[in-house]
């Protein structure tokens, strides 16, 4: 095996039917597409069939560690998993923290990708580059804490990093994700029920294998001149203090809180005050929390009541928290927030899918759409932590009402009827998460964004800030003379496609999205990526190479969307919601957003990648650029290319 630096040289393939495994080279795909998110996204176009369905055994759930993760590159701790979505049918990706993705390296694997369907359930261990899978029938039914604790004790090492899923994932909901170091999730598209479709309880792994850099000196200078950018970043400084609530106020006087299924987009603020950082801090903040090679130590470990159960450790709270229990529920009491947020992490349920789906729900009740015979008895009432506490657990055992919940808003809606389809807030087919009226640009990046839903594949935080943005760093990062407010439409097709290739390259490198210029634009830049990238691999690039193999990224999701999901441009308009109805209080009042000008920025946006403007679809234009010359041929074949 040639050595490939930074990497662990090896991709684990493991077919659950046969229980056979083998090794392929890393290299043969890093060149191009870099590691992590974008060799995940490659070998998921190349093998994966459209005729597949999510939970078809051909399926592939594949794990993937980024190019840059397991060296001292401040904030490379991520890791991407990918496999098609039992959500929208197309793109299923996430991406978490945690300490799994460089134990990963350290254990003699890049990526791991998990085909076939196991008998009966298993948990695959690696230690030092052996791999087995091992009977998980003991685990079955068990949260993923107990998971965690039991394989832990079971193996005999506390430093065994463990992915595993919960009864969610077990049961097929569709809103279950996978949890690592019992908090920190592999959100959104369902990726824990496809882990679940396989009888996959686990993965376990150890590892004590270098990874090398190629030029050290190198190396260590482009990490101290990274560590320098961050350190005198004022942003860097409001996250490492606050975490990514810190800016709970300013948010909702831009209007971008989800308020009650998104009836209004603006918080009551004298809810709001009970739940400012500064309270989490005073009254529940343990101590705070990093993860290799990590200089922020942004997340925090909380200690809060559970009643008859004691007292609960809690962590990976983020601002996605207080938006889901929140403002969208409208719970206003700050430990409810915390022991909801901790027994999803049990349940292994994504936060952001089943708050939606039962913000859906109690609308839907609280129409008369949905009744106390359809919900199991239960009254559906806002601001009920009883309640919603009630519903996870359902959802994520499948019981009463909760099995149709286990499907989100779109398909649960489309079962009950009744006009309840109204109520459903999705996009391509996943449940919403984000406000969107009152920000243009972020409203776009969520719309267009290939895993359907999701401010982290194009959506910026640029024009929420109030600081004056340097005409040259404006015209330099993203093509733009200056970058207009949150309510103007102009620029904001150039920030989209600038950082959908942005997102791409961080999440294909294993760095953190808040290290780079999304948080803030002082922060940094793909030149200081390229020069991470550059000493540690030995492949010498710059920062215009990493944006053109993240614009080759973004568009194989999009050419996977196509093939498998059928997705046009009707699927990139914002859901009516946000057409049709204006934001009811707030300092932006009446705020909405207006198709005629949506079909403008569209316009724009697909003609800055290439793409036709009637369809959405690619052109073999953009994709010979690309030297994707073999997806434009899938695309061809299928009638689905315009030439």
């Known amino acids: 095996m040639r050595k490939i630096f930074s990497f662990a040289g090896r991709i684990l393939r493991v077919d659950l039917t046969s229980g056979k495994m083998w090794t392929e080279c890393t290299d043969q795909y890093a060149l191009s597409f870099l590691g992590g998110r974008g060799v995940n996204q490659w070998i998921l176009f190349k093998e994966v069939k459209p005729w597949m369905t999510a939970f078809d055994p051909g399926n592939r759930l594949i794990f993937g560690s980024g190019a840059l993760v397991g060296t001292l590159a401040p904030c490379a701790t991520r890791?991407?998993?990918?496999?098609?979505?039992?959500?929208?049918?197309?793109?299923?990706?996430?991406?978490?923290?945690?300490?799994?993705?460089a134990e990963l390296k350290f254990a003699g694997y890049d990526h791991i990708v998990f085909q076939g369907r196991a008998r009966s359930p298993v948990y695959l261990w690696i230690d030092d580059g052996k791999a087995e899978l091992r009977d998980a029938s003991f685990l079955w039914g068990k949260s993923t804490w107990e998971t965690e604790e039991i394989l832990k004790n079971k193996l005999g090492d506390e430093q065994i990093q463990i992915a595993s899923i919960g009864p969610a994932g077990e049961n097929l909901a569709r809103t279950a994700c996978i949890i690592t170091n019992q908090a920190r999730a592999v959100g959104r598209c369902g990726l824990g029920a496809v882990m679940g479709s396989k009888n996959l309880k686990a993965v376990a792994v150890r590892g004590k294998l270098p990874v090398e850099v190629a030029r050290p000196k190198a190396f260590m200078a482009a990490v101290d001149h990274a560590l320098e950018v961050i350190r005198k970043s004022e942003r860097a400084n409001d996250l490492k203090q606050w975490g990514t609530y810190g800016r709970a106020t300013k948010l909702n006087e831009a209007c971008l809180y989800p308020v009650r299924n998104f009836q209004d987009d603006f918080w009551d603020p004298s809810k709001l005050q009970k739940l400012l950082p500064e309270a989490y801090k005073t009254n529940w903040e343990v101590r705070r929390q990093g993860y290799l090679a990590c200089p922020f130590y942004c997340s925090h470990l909380y200690e809060v009541e559970t009643g008859n159960c004691g007292k609960l450790l809690c962590e990976g709270f983020e601002f996605n928290s207080i938006w889901n229990f929140m403002s969208r529920l409208d719970i206003d009491d700050p430990s409810a927030v915390i022991r909801l947020h901790a027994?999803?992490?049990?349940?292994?349920?994504?936060?952001?899918?089943?708050?939606?789906?039962?913000?859906?729900?109690?609308?839907?009740?609280?129409?008369?759409?949905?009744?106390?015979?359809?919900?199991?008895?239960?009254?559906?009432?806002?601001?009920?932590?009883?309640?919603?506490?009630?519903?996870?657990?359902?959802?994520?055992?499948?019981?009463?009402?909760?099995?149709?919940?286990?499907?989100?808003?779109?398909?649960?809606?489309?079962?009950v009827g009744r006009g309840a389809e109204r109520y459903a807030v999705h996009l391509k087919g996943q449940d919403s998460m984000e406000a969107m009226r009152a920000a243009k640009g972020w409203a776009l990046?969520?719309?267009?964004?290939?895993?359907?839903?999701?401010?982290?594949?194009?959506?910026n935080l640029v024009e929420l800030s109030h600081e004056v943005i340097d005409p040259e760093l404006a015209k330099r990062l993203w093509g733009i003379s200056k970058v207009e407010g949150p309510s103007s439409y102009e620029g904001k097709a150039q920030l989209v496609t600038y950082y959908e290739k942005l997102q791409a390259i961080v999440d294909s490198l294993g760095v953190c999205l808040f290290s780079s210029v999304w948080w803030s634009p002082d922060l940094l830049t793909p030149e200081d990526y390229a020069r991470l990238y550059s000493a540690?691999?030995?492949?010498?690039?710059?920062?215009?190479d990493l944006l053109l193999i993240g614009e080759r990224i973004h568009n194989i999701e999009k050419a996977f969307n196509t093939l498998h999901a059928s997705f046009t441009r009707e699927d990139d308009y914002p859901?009516?919601?946000?057409?049709?109805?204006?934001?009811?209080?707030?300092?932006?009042?009446?705020?909405?957003?207006?198709?005629?000008?949506?079909?403008?920025?569209?316009?724009?946006?697909?003609?800055?990648?290439?793409?036709?403007?009637?369809?959405?679809?690619?052109?073999?234009?953009?994709?010979?650029?690309?030297?994707?010359?073999?997806?434009?041929?899938?695309?061809?074949?299928?009638?689905?290319?315009?030439?």
């Open 79 to 101: 890791l991407t998993v990918d496999a098609k979505s039992p959500v929208t049918g197309g793109v299923g990706s996430g991406n978490s923290c945690g300490f799994f993705s």
């Open 343 to 415: 027994f999803c992490n049990k349940y292994g349920l994504d936060i952001d899918s089943s708050s939606c789906v039962i913000a859906w729900a109690i609308e839907c009740y609280e129409r008369g759409i949905l009744t106390e015979e359809d919900t199991d008895g239960l009254k559906l009432e806002w601001g009920n932590e009883d309640v919603v506490l009630e519903l996870l657990r359902k959802i994520a055992h499948r019981q009463g009402i909760g099995d149709i919940l286990a499907e989100g808003c779109q398909k649960a809606s489309s079962l």
């Open 445 to 459: 990046g969520c719309c267009v964004s290939t895993r359907g839903g999701t401010h982290t594949r194009g959506a």
């Open 536 to 544: 540690a691999t030995g492949y010498q690039l710059d920062g215009q």
């Open 575 to 643: 859901p009516l919601r946000f057409t049709e109805e204006v934001i009811s209080s707030g300092p932006l009042q009446g705020e909405r957003l207006m198709k005629e000008k949506w079909d403008r920025v569209l316009d724009e946006y697909y003609e800055l990648h290439g793409w036709d403007k009637a369809t959405s679809w690619q052109t073999a234009k953009c994709l010979q650029k690309l030297g994707l010359q073999e997806v434009a041929e899938v695309l061809r074949k299928m009638g689905m290319l315009i030439e």
